[in-house]
Nanobody
Framework: QVQLVESGGGLVQAGGSLRLSCKVS????????MGWYRQAPGNQREFVAR???????VYADSAKGRFTLSRDNAEKTAYLQMNSLKPEDTAVYFC?????????WGQGTQVTVAS
């Protein structure tokens, strides 16, 4: 079994920053497939950023230039540094990873950006 636990969400003013963390535990030996999605009220879950094979990173257009995805393999933790936050970034942020043919999700962390 694989578990993902997000942290770091909160309330921030527009233009501010937050750093989300996602720690993976359980029967998993690689976090190469980790990523982040988000879901705003009334909207579908949407892609934010993820690692690709070989270490490349892909970002949604809305995240490019403002968000940075990184990871600590030894700690099995991925991070999403979010700068220049906008009210439209308000959402529940979920981390995810693929392992053993399955996609696993965390419980989500709320990010609220006040205008």
């Amino acid at each position: 079994q694989v578990q993902l636990v997000e942290s770091g969400g909160g309330l921030v003013q527009a233009g501010g920053s937050l750093r989300l963390s996602c720690k993976v535990s359980g029967s998993i030996s690689s976090i190469n497939a980790m990523g982040w999605y988000r879901q705003a009220p009334g909207n579908q879950r949407e892609f934010v950023a993820r690692f690709l094979s070989g270490g490349a990173i892909v970002y949604a257009d809305s995240a490019k230039g403002r968000f940075t995805l990184s990871r600590d393999n030894a700690e099995k933790t991925a991070y999403l540094q979010m700068n220049s936050l906008k009210p439209e970034d308000t959402a529940v942020y979920f981390c995810t990873t693929d392992w053993g043919g399955r996609r696993y999700w965390g419980q989500g962390t709320q990010v609220t950006v006040a205008s």
